[in-house]
């Protein structure tokens, strides 16, 4: 059973910057694609980035495009998110999602996924 946990969440002030971690009970980590999302209190999950096994290259949502910075350790089973320029719209319930077989289009579609982790709260005061 695959397992995922988030961690590096917490309370920032707009303007700064949060770390998360998203570590796999993998051995063949490489192997999956590994995606993070948001989800907002009364709103949808919402895409933010991913990075497709095998590949180095990270897709982002405009949203978060140019701030935001998605890596991957295979070595340790983990990915990363780098969180910059946080504003108040950032707050949200992160959650990281991993699945074997994803295609390009459908990296941005929460169902895809097949694992998820509990969540990290990021809050952003203003």
């Known amino acids: 059973q695959v397992q995922l946990v988030e961690s590096g969440g917490g309370l920032v002030p707009a303007g700064g910057s949060l770390r998360l971690s998203c570590k796999a009970s993998l051995r063949t980590f490489s192997a999956y694609t590994v995606g993070w999302f948001r989800q907002r209190p009364g709103s949808e999950r919402e895409f933010v980035a991913a990075m497709k096994r095998y590949n180095s290259n990270p897709y982002y949502s405009d949203a978060v495009k140019g701030r935001f910075t998605m890596s991957r350790d295979n070595s340790k089973a983990t990915a990363y998110l780098q969180m910059n320029s946080l504003s108040a719209d950032d707050t949200a319930v992160y959650f990281c999602?991993?699945?074997?077989?994803?295609?390009?289009?459908?990296?941005?579609?929460?169902?895809?996924?097949?694992?998820w982790g509990q969540g990290t709260q990021v809050t952003v005061s203003s």
């Open positions: 999602a991993a699945d074997q077989q994803l295609i390009t289009s459908s990296l941005g579609v929460s169902s895809q996924y097949d694992y």
